[in-house]
């Protein structure tokens, strides 16, 4: 059965400083998702990982995946207030279902 | 250009009523899922179909029921609600693995009381 760790599930940060979530995936999978959520909506869709080595950037966030360590990470740069939110990785498992981490609550203090 | 959409967005449940969540997709997508959402949690299935007339347990199935008769539809019913039941709950569509990623609407916050 296919485990998906985050860490850390809170990270509380300055504005400007940089920062990385990490998550860890327990069998081989060929898809890794990073998925945004604020407070009482649904999720938004950042970034689909699909190859080992992949990197990916939108404005201060930047996604990679090792899928030899089964690892992914979501890099912060010069973080500010509006990138406060939840983040998830989600993992696809067996018959295409989305497993997800329990989540990293970031809050950017100015 | 709707997407994913759920009905109800709010509902507040007494313990043992029955309801059934609405979820409906406009995108021709063959896997359809169901996830919950408790408080500072990361989302758990339910329930997913992959095609009309076939649906299969997800990691929490128990206390609910599904049924997929058209693409388009994918309705979770909920027998006799318990407060355990408190959750938000959303509903996802997709293509078939490997083509595209998935759609969630937008949530339906369920109380039990």
């Known amino acids: 059965e296919l485990k998906v760790e985050q860490n850390p599930l809170f990270l509380s940060m300055q504005e400007g400083k940089n920062y990385t979530i990490y998550c860890n995936y327990s069998t081989t999978s060929d898809r890794l998702y990073w998925y945004r959520q604020d407070p009482g909506k649904s999720l938004e869709s950042l970034f689909v990982?699909?190859?080992?080595?992949a990197v990916k950037q939108e404005g201060r966030l930047m996604a990679s995946l090792d899928t030899k360590a089964r690892l992914s990470t979501l890099h912060i740069t010069a973080a500010v207030h509006d990138l406060s939110a939840t983040y998830f990785c989600a993992v696809v498992a067996e018959g295409n279902k989305l497993v997800f981490g329990a989540g990293t609550i970031l809050r950017v203090k100015s | 250009n709707a997407g994913v959409t759920q009905t109800p967005k709010f509902r507040i449940l007494k313990i043992g009523q029955s309801m059934t969540l609405q979820c409906a997709q406009d995108?021709?997508?063959?896997?359809m899922y169901w996830y919950r959402q408790d408080p500072g949690m990361g989302l758990k299935l339910i329930y997913y179909s992959v095609g009309a007339g076939i649906t299969d347990k997800g990691e929490v199935p128990n206390g609910y029921n599904v049924s997929r008769s058209t693409t388009e539809d994918f309705p979770l019913r909920l027998e006799l609600a318990a407060p355990s039941q408190t959750s938000v709950y959303f509903c996802?569509?997709?293509?078939?693995?490997?083509?595209?990623?998935?759609?969630f609407g937008s949530g339906t916050r369920l109380t039990v009381v």
């Open positions: 995108m021709n997508h063959n896997y």
């Open positions: 990982l699909l190859s080992n080595g």
């Open positions: 996802a569509s997709s293509y078939s693995p490997g083509q595209g990623g998935y759609t």
